[in-house]
């Protein structure tokens, strides 16, 4: 499967984007999806997950409560709902695809989209 992020872009704190995440392949449905981030000079970091179906959600937690993990199967796309943001949530954000049903470490994912930009500015 290849993976298309977008949706990045430059906020000021407290602000909102939402990122999308298009997967190409007849059987996206079938893999646990999630999201990553890397910041400047720091190390990937996973940030939410979701599960084959929807029905299963897991976030980091310093985004919980603030982001929202959501996948529309129909339209092969996963989204990422940010809200409340913070300078320190600035970073290259992946998607990434497992084939597990539900996947929150970092090498259970076998497909990385290429990442998009979300800078938030104090």
């Known amino acids: 499967v290849q993976l298309q992020a977008s949706g990045g872009g430059l906020v000021q704190a407290g602000g909102s984007l939402r990122l999308s995440c298009a997967a190409s392949g007849r059987t996206y449905s079938a893999y646990g999806m999630g999201w990553f981030r890397q910041a400047p000079g720091k190390e990937l970091e996973f940030v939410a997950a979701?599960?084959?179906?929807?029905?299963?959600?897991y976030y980091k937690g310093p985004v919980k409560g603030r982001f929202t993990i959501s996948r529309d199967n129909a339209k092969n796309t996963v989204y990422l709902q940010m809200n409340s943001l913070k300078p320190e949530d600035t970073a290259v954000y992946y998607c990434?695809?497992?084939?597990?049903?539900?996947?929150?470490?970092?090498?259970?994912?076998?497909?990385w989209g290429q990442g998009t930009q979300v800078t938030v500015s104090s």
């Open positions: 990434a695809g497992s084939r597990s049903d539900y996947a929150t470490m970092k090498y259970e994912f076998d497909y």
């Open positions: 979701i599960s084959t179906s929807g029905g299963s959600t």
